[in-house]
């Protein structure tokens, strides 16, 4: 390899290591991932409220069952009273008693049978929370590894275009990377073009033909191109 192609592979190599690092900003992971992890902090944030609504309801349904004990000692107690008791005015008393105890056990029955059905609507959206989170937690794996493969592999390509820079700089003279690297940033990564005929390759304007002259009468295999001033690579062979 002369000069001259290590100039034109130098530009290969410095536009290969570009598109792969923008590569892979730009794998469709990352998108994936942040919207996986979106979704996965918003079934959190439900399974939080969900959670709060079933223990509310729980210690609801547990606090009619000692409602419904006490109101049953009660019912039990007038039930015995109501039979041992001989006076009148009593019995009518404790048959008032019992009929309100015995509706405040209908109540509390009612309650906790509401109680009860909302139970089971939470517990059954608590249950697909989590099947939801455990579905995104899952994919959120998936997704991450893939990721990281993805830039192992592009970190394994980058090094391997690293090591075979410096053998190729190894090839141009200190001045002509110099030369290189301005032109590489004046013209946004590409330096150096080749000509065909009378076309440079990258700016592509027709030479006139006495700047076309020039060139072939000075013969360097590394030029400059009259009108753009890249790097120009000729073969006169
Ligand atoms: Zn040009």
Redesign the pocket.
């Known amino acids: 390899m002369d000069e001259a192609q290590a100039l034109l592979r130098l530009q290969e190599i410095d536009l290969e290591t570009i598109r792969i690092t923008n590569d892979a900003k730009k794998l469709p992971q990352h998108a994936k991932i942040a919207a996986a992890q979106a979704a996965l902090k918003k079934v959190q944030g439900e399974l939080v409220k969900i959670v709060g609504q079933r223990k509310d309801l729980q210690m609801d349904i547990e606090g009619f069952d000692r409602l419904r004990g006490d109101a049953e000692r009660l019912e039990q107690q007038a039930s015995q009273d109501f039979q041992t008791s001989a006076d009148a005015r009593a019995v009518a008393d404790l048959e008032s008693r019992l009929n309100a105890v015995t509706k405040r056990i209908e109540k509390i029955d009612y309650q906790q049978n509401q109680a009860l059905e909302q139970l089971i609507t939470v517990e059954r959206a608590e249950k697909n929370a989590n099947a939801l989170q455990a579905r995104l937690q899952n994919e959120l794996a998936q997704l991450l590894g893939s990721l990281k493969q993805e830039l192992l592999d592009s970190q394994n390509r980058l090094t391997a275009l690293k090591r075979e820079r410096e053998e190729v700089a190894a090839l141009v003279s200190p001045e002509m990377q110099a030369r290189y690297n301005r032109a590489n940033e004046r013209f946004k990564g590409r330096a150096v ?1 080749t000509l065909t005929g009378n076309k ?1 390759s ?2 592509r ?1 027709a030479l006139q033909p006495a700047q076309y002259a020039d060139l072939k009468r000075r013969k360097l295999p590394v030029d400059e ?1 009259p ?4 790097i ?1 690579i000729t073969d006169w062979h």
Do not use: F
């Open positions: 073009e440079p990258s700016c304007v191109c009108y753009c001033h890249r120009l």
